[in-house]
C-alpha cells in the first residue's frame, strides 16, 4: 500500500475560518495515472472554486488504497487518527470502508453507482449519518448503454458483460442490463474479474462464448486496467461499450456515461459546505447532470462496422 501525503505550507493572509488550516482526507482506489490525475486536478480546482487553496487555507491528505476493503479501512482509519474534518473517497469499496471506519467524520462520495441500494445512505433527498456527495446513476445508465451498443452493432443477439464481483453496485447493473437486453430480445452473459489475472480468463471466456459485443462496467480495477482492456477487445475483434469516456480516447469503440471528471470537480462544493458547517446527512445526495457518449470511428473502421449516422449525431464526441 503506498501513502502519499500533501503538506501544507505556512498560512498566508486571507485564509478562511479566521486563519486556521483546515484537514481532509481524499482516498484513491487507483494509483496514480493521467486519468486518476485528471480527477484529481478537477477536485482541486473545485475546491478553489470554493476558496480553499492547498498549503494556504486547506490540507488534503492524500492517500491510495489496494482494492480490497480492509486496505481500504486502514486509509480510513489513518485519515482518522489525523483528525481530518471531511474523508472525500472515489469508489463504492473506499464509501463503504470509511463509513464503516466513523459515524461522525463526514464522508463525501464522488461516484456511487446506487448510494442508497449499496447501503450508504437511506435516501437521496436526505441521507442521515454522515454521508453525503454525489452519484453517476451507474445502475440507469447500464440499461442506457444496451440500447446504444445494439443500435451500433447490426444484427446483435449476444452481449457480455464484464463485472467486477467485489464491487457492490455491479449486481444492480448486471440487473438492469438483463431487463433491458430481455426486452431486446439479446442473450447475456456476465462474466466476473476481480483481478488482473482474471482479466485475462474472462476474455478467453468471452472469446470461447463469441459474443457480438461487450459492456465493461465502470469499475476502479478496470480504470486501472483500460489500456490492457482495450487491447485485448482489439484482439478478439470485439465491439465495446465502456462507461468512460477515456476509454475510447485510448482506442475503445464506444461509451456512455457521466463526466467523472465533473462530478469530481463538484464534490469540492460539499467539502465546502461541510467545512462552513453543513452537516452532511441534510445535504441531498446529487446525481450527474453531464452524461457523454463518444464514438471511435477509427476502431469502428478496424472491427468492420458501420455506425448509424443517427447514432453519430447523437454523439457527444466522434473521434475520426
Known sequence: MVAVGLLAAPLVAGA???????????????????????????FVAGLREQGWVEHQNIVVERRYAELRKEAALVVAEELIRLRVEVIVVSSTLTALAAKQATTTVPIVVTVPSDPVAVGLVTSLARPGGNVTGLSFVGTELAGKQVDLLKEAVPGLRRVAVLANPTNASNPLRTQEIAEVARALKLQVDVVNA??????????ATMARRRPGAAIILADPLFVREMGNLVRLAAEQRLPV?????????????MSYGASFTDLFRRAATYVDRILKGAKPGD??????????????????????LTIPQALLLRADQVIP
Open 283 to 304: 445535504l441531498p445526495i446529487e446525481q450527474a447532470t453531464r452524461f457523454e457518449l463518444v464514438i471511435n470511428l477509427r476502431t469502428a473502421k478496424a472491427l468492420r
Open 194 to 203: 476481480g483481478t488482473h489475472a482474471e482479466i485475462q480468463e474472462a476474455f
Open 16 to 42: 478562511q475560518q479566521a486563519g486556521t488550516v483546515r484537514r481532509i482526507g481524499y482516498i484513491s482506489n487507483s494509483p496514480s495515472s493521467p486519468l486518476t490525475e485528471a480527477w484529481w486536478g478537477a
Open 241 to 253: 461499450m465502456y462507461g468512460l469516456r477515456e476509454a475510447v480516447e485510448a482506442g475503445g469503440l
